[in-house]
C-alpha cells in the first residue's frame, strides 16, 4: 500500500519532465536558435522601367568675370558695390596712372614736332624737285647749242652736273620725307600703346552682370590678373551636378532634369542637361554634368545646393525584382530563391535599376519566381524559413542594394 503513491509520484514527475521537455523543444524550435528565420518573399514580375539618376550639385554662373588690372598698380578708387547691377561699359573701378598722363604729353610734344619734321622734309623735297626741273631745262638748252657749236662741250658737262646734284638732292629731300613719316608713325603707334595703358587703369564692366565679390579697396596694391571685384551674369545660371560613376550609365546632353533647391523644395523646377564633362573627379569617382534651367529661377543664391533627378528613356520589358533583395555571396550577385520552401541563391545579372527601388534581373529569373526581399538574419542554403508578412521592426534587414 505504500508502494502505490510513491509510484504514483515517480509518473507524476515523470510526466511534468516530459512536458517540460516538450515545452522547450517547441520554444526551441518556434522561437529560439533553432526556430526557422522569418523572411519576407515577393514574386518576380515581368515590366518595364523609368531609370532615373540622382546627383547632388550645386548653382553657378555660366558666365563670370574677374576684373582686375592689366599691370601692377594702386588701387585709387572702386565705384560698385557688392550686390550692385551693372551695365557694360560701365566704370567699375580706377587704378592709379602714375606717369602715364605725363607720358602722354611727352609723347603728344613729340608728335607735333614729329609733324613739323614732315611738313619741313615735304617742303625741302618740293624744292628739290623744282632745282631739278630747272636743271633739266639748263641741260636741254645747252644740249642744243653744243649740237650747234655755239657752246664748249666743257660748258654742257657743268650743267649735267648740276642735273646730277638736282636729281641726288631730290632723293635725300625723299628720304627725309620717308623718315619724318616713319617717325610719325613710330610716334601713333607709341601714343596709342600709352593711350592703352592709360585706359587699362579704368576698369569697365564687359557685360551686363551683378558684382558678387569686392576683393580690393582704395589703396590696396594689387599684382597684374588679381581681382579687384568679381561679376556674375544671373541669367546664366546652371546647375554643377554630381553623379556617382558606378550608377551614371545614360548620362548625356538633353535629359530631362527635375531640380529642388535647397532654398525652395517646395517649388518644383525643370531642367535639361547642357553639358556633359569629358574629366571626371577620380577622387570622389563622380561624373559632373552641367543642368541648365528651362525657366531662370528667382531668390537663388550662387553656391546653393540642389537635388536634381534625371529622367532616362523607359527600358523594355524584363523580370523586375526589389534592390532590397540583391545580395552578394562572395564574389557573385544574386537573391534567394524559394524552391520546395528552402532559400536557393541563385546568381543573378542585372540591369537598369529606379529610384523607386526596383532592378531589372537580365539572367537568372524568370516571371513567378518568388525571391526573399528581406531575412531575420543571413540565410544559408537549406535553412529553414518562415514567411512573415513584415519583420519586426527592430529586425535589421540583409537584403544589399547593388
Known amino acids: ?3 502505490f503513491p510513491q509510484l504514483k509520484r515517480r509518473f507524476a514527475l515523470g510526466g511534468l519532465t516530459v ?6 523543444v517547441f520554444i526551441a524550435l518556434r522561437a529560439g536558435p533553432l526556430a526557422p528565420t522569418r523572411i519576407t518573399v515577393t514574386q518576380v ?11 547632388i550639385g550645386t548653382v553657378e554662373a555660366r558666365r563670370n568675370w574677374m576684373i582686375g588690372p592689366t599691370v601692377a598698380g594702386r588701387v585709387l578708387s572702386v ?32 608728335f607735333e614736332r614729329a609733324v613739323s619734321a614732315q611738313m619741313a622734309a615735304s617742303a625741302q623735297q618740293a624744292d628739290a624737285i623744282a632745282k631739278r626741273e630747272l636743271a633739266v631745262a639748263n641741260v636741254r638748252r645747252n644740249q642744243d647749242l653744243a649740237d650747234k657749236n655755239f657752246i664748249s662741250p666743257g660748258a654742257l658737262e657743268g650743267r649735267l652736273q648740276e642735273k646730277a646734284s638736282a636729281d641726288a638732292a631730290v632723293q635725300a629731300a625723299q ?8 617717325d610719325l608713325t613710330r610716334l601713333k603707334a ?23 565679390s569686392r576683393d580690393a579697396e582704395a589703396g590696396s596694391t594689387v599684382v597684374a590678373g588679381q581681382a579687384v571685384l568679381r561679376l556674375i551674369d544671373p541669367a546664366s545660371l546652371w546647375i554643377k551636378l554630381r553623379v556617382d560613376q558606378g550608377r551614371s550609365a545614360g548620362l548625356a546632353t538633353g535629359l530631362m532634369a527635375r531640380i529642388a533647391l ?15 564633362e569629358l574629366l571626371s573627379d577620380n577622387v570622389t569617382e563622380e561624373r559632373i554634368a552641367q543642368i541648365a534651367f528651362d525657366q531662370a529661377p528667382t531668390g537663388v543664391s550662387v553656391g546653393e545646393m540642389a537635388e536634381v533627378t534625371l529622367e532616362l528613356p523607359a527600358t523594355s520589358s524584363a523580370p523586375l525584382v526589389p534592390t532590397a533583395s540583391i545580395q552578394r555571396q562572395g564574389t557573385a550577385t544574386g537573391v534567394w530563391r524559394i524552391e520546395s520552401s528552402k532559400p536557393v541563391f541563385v546568381p543573378v545579372r542585372l540591369g537598369a535599376s529606379s529610384l523607386e527601388g ?12 518568388d525571391v526573399v526581399v528581406y531575412s531575420q538574419k543571413a540565410l544559408t542554403a537549406g535553412s529553414r524559413v518562415q514567411v512573415v508578412e513584415s519583420l519586426v521592426k527592430s529586425s535589421a534587414p540583409t537584403g544589399i542594394a547593388p
Open 45 to 55: 514580375k515581368e515590366g518595364s522601367l523609368a531609370p532615373q539618376l540622382f546627383g
Open 262 to 276: 535647397r532654398s525652395q523644395p517646395q517649388i518644383p523646377m525643370t531642367g535639361r542637361v547642357a553639358r556633359v
Open 1 to 3: 500500500m505504500k508502494l
Open 19 to 24: 512536458v517540460l521537455v516538450g515545452a522547450l
Open 190 to 212: 607709341d601714343r596709342a600703346a600709352l593711350q592703352q595703358q592709360r585706359g587699362n587703369v579704368r576698369l569697365l564692366a564687359p557685360a551686363d552682370g551683378v558684382v558678387t
Open 79 to 110: 565705384k560698385v558695390d557688392v550686390g550692385d547691377t551693372v551695365k557694360t561699359g560701365q566704370l567699375l573701378a580706377e587704378m592709379d596712372p602714375v606717369d602715364l598722363d605725363q607720358r602722354l604729353a611727352s609723347l603728344d610734344a613729340s
Open 175 to 182: 628720304a627725309n620725307l620717308k623718315g619724318a613719316g616713319q
Open 358 to 369: 526596383q532592378v531589372q534581373v537580365v539572367e537568372g529569373l524568370k516571371a513567378g519566381d
